[in-house]
């Protein structure tokens, strides 16, 4: 159910002819937050990311609530979309280090899907934006093959960011199978997602 000051902004989007050109995808088909299960493994690319960055994998946030979606926190998640998508050049792992399921930062301009989810997720947290809102989160495409977006809790439901699009969609809305994420508790630990299965995320996606 759509709150009332969310259905405000939606009447001004539509009225001002916004939702669909700034990339918003309207969240009237929202189902508010995906359902978590317990405890997973955590995909062997973030685990030997880990060991590479330690500190980033020992975070445990203070504030546990969702972000309050505001029209300023939208229009972060659009630039933060479009900017990384636009500066990073899709490539394989294996391209790039001549081997799978590397998982790293985007420095050198190029990347596969989960180097866009570090990179948008680094950059939404230097905006304030807590931990606990930005997940790393494994799915699986329609055509059956593992990709990886970054899920933003807000008090309004799970929004996606994804490099296959600059649309910021709620995340039933975007034809994936959501099978694991980050915990909201700790960046070193993941959680199932109902209905969930293991997956190796695509190597150029």
Known sequence: ???????????????????????????????????????????????????????????RPANLAPAPMTDALMRKLLNVTARVNAAVKPMSDMDIYGKDEVWAYPDKGVGDCEDYVLEKRRQLSRMSISLADLLITVVRKPDGEGHAVLTVRTDEGDYVLDNLTDKVKPWDATGYRFLKRQAIDNTGRWVSIRGGQQVLVGAVQ
């Open 1 to 59: 159910m759509i709150s009332s000051s969310m259905a405000r902004r939606l009447r001004v989007y539509v009225a001002a002819g916004l939702a669909m050109t700034a990339g918003w995808v309207a969240p009237a088909l929202a189902g508010g937050a995906m359902a978590t299960g317990g405890l997973t493994s955590q995909p062997i690319g973030h685990y030997d990311f880990c060991k590479l960055h330690p500190g980033e994998c020992s975070i």
